[in-house]
């Protein structure tokens, strides 16, 4: 089956920073897009950021300008480096990829609070 695995996630404090990661196994062909969605308690699933294989990237206005979505030059990786981060940014964070199909990573919590 095709997976993804998000890492990174944790306890940080206001204004500080995190990078997650997704890494894709079980695929032989290139996502169109991946990206990173985020669900806290009682909200609905959002998008974050995401990024195609051409390199387009989109951010929601939350975090425009303190998240950064990239490509690894592994196939089918990709990282979310979160700075400045706010305790509105608390959430599991899920890791998607799209192509032919739609998957989505089990989630990594991050947790900003003092």
């Known amino acids: 089956q095709v997976q993804l695995v998000e890492s990174g996630g944790g306890l940080v404090q206001p204004g500080g920073s995190l990078t997650l990661s997704c890494a894709a196994s079980?695929?032989?062909?290139?996502?169109?897009?991946m990206g990173w969605y985020r669900q806290a308690p009682g909200k609905e699933r959002e998008l974050v950021a995401s990024?195609?294989?051409?390199?387009?990237?989109n951010y929601a206005d939350s975090v425009k300008g303190r998240f950064t979505i990239s490509r690894g030059n592994a196939k089918n990786t990709v990282t979310l480096q979160m700075n400045s981060l706010k305790p509105e940014d608390t959430a599991v964070y899920y890791c998607n990829a799209k192509h032919a199909i739609d998957v989505w990573g089990k989630g990594t919590l991050v947790t900003v609070s003092s």
């Open positions: 079980g695929i032989i062909f290139r996502f169109n897009t």
């Open positions: 990024i195609t294989s051409g390199g387009t990237t």
